[in-house]
């Protein structure tokens, strides 16, 4: 039976439904191919997974009413990795309809879809380490308060959690939340800082350091975070209610200076910084604390900041500044 993954043609979802289909799994990708960011490359990231027989790809809006059942119907789907949403903290201060209808009614669309699906097993969806708000006690762990965002993103997937809940309660739906800690890696979002700081420095352009670089991020790589959703996916809770929430971080915050000299070494470029002060949908520190995955899972990261930078450096110089150059 195929594993549904929405998001498909996003940065972790893309990633994901590669390693589902390097292991044979049948995959069932969703998308509605927004152009939030450039769309090649979306497309980019579909065209190395068409090739795969066991790959099928629908583009549509999961937030539409009925959507997927319409057009995934019959298809005998049991678990659903759910990782489709409007990302982005600051781009939610000007559009928050946006984030409400793809983030809010896009989860309780397929919520519906799963309750619905004869034998469900799995829901897998993506929570985010902004539910911990201006949360001053570090690391962060899943049984902390979480109920003061500082921005409009981060309130959209603290619903997804609740909504989740109530599912799991009412109608006994299997479901595991992760709050992802910013995740990096090659065929990322260009809106994510480790993207934008490149592009920059390789163009000799200045960039925007906030607090004078006195922030710290728990960088997380792709490929960290594709082992955990996979072994999570092949668990589901067996308790009463069938539900979970777990932090998928680093667990090794990094100084945003200490990030951006980072990659002035593998870039071989001294960034041009221009200081600006914090911005209030901004956190000061995200710093996971990962026992409880570990405890349940054996799950521990692996791959240090220095290793992911330079992978990603490596791919955006060998081949998205080519297929760009190409355009």
Request: one cysteine or more; aromatic letters at 10%.
């Amino acid at each position: 039976m195929p594993v549904l993954v929405t998001g498909a043609a996003g940065f972790i979802g893309s990633h994901v439904c590669h390693h589902l289909l390097s292991r044979g799994e049948a995959v069932v990708g969703v998308d509605n191919m927004n152009d939030y960011y450039d769309l090649a490359l979306k497309e980019g990231r579909l065209a190395r997974l068409t090739p795969h027989k066991g790959f099928s790809f629908h583009q549509l809006d999961i937030a539409e009413p009925g959507a997927l059942v319409d057009a995934l119907a019959g298809q005998g789907i049991v678990k659903v990795v759910h990782l489709a949403a409007q990302a982005g903290v600051r781009h939610s201060l000007d559009n928050p309809r946006l984030y409400v209808r793809s983030n809010v009614m896009g989860h309780l669309e397929v919520l519906e879809f799963c309750r619905a699906a004869p034998g469900f097993e799995h829901l897998v969806y993506a929570s985010s380490s902004s539910v911990y708000g201006g949360n001053r006690k570090v690391p962060f762990a899943e049984t902390d308060q979480v109920d003061r965002p500082v921005s409009l993103y981060a309130a959209t997937k603290k619903s997804d959690e609740l909504m989740s809940h109530t599912y799991a309660h009412l109608f006994g739906l299997p479901q595991t939340g992760l709050r992802f800690f910013t995740v990096y890696g090659p065929w990322g979002r260009p809106d994510m800082a480790y993207w934008i700081f490149t592009q920059a420095m390789l163009e000799g352009k200045p960039i925007r350091v906030f607090n004078d670089g006195e922030m710290w991020r728990d960088f997380t790589y792709i490929d960290d975070v594709v082992r955990a959703i996979v072994a999570v996916l092949d668990k589901p809770p067996a308790e009463a209610p069938p539900c979970r929430i777990y932090n998928v971080g680093n667990n090794r915050p990094e100084r945003l200076d200490d990030f951006i000299a980072t990659l002035e070494r593998l870039l071989g470029v001294t960034a041009i910084r221009n200081s600006e002060p914090m911005q209030t949908s901004d956190v000061e520190q995200t710093y996971a604390d990962m026992t409880a995955l570990e405890r349940d899972f054996g799950f521990r990261p692996s791959v240090s900041i220095e290793d992911g930078l330079k992978t990603f450096v490596d791919w955006y110089r060998s081949e998205w500044m080519a297929r760009s150059a190409g355009r």
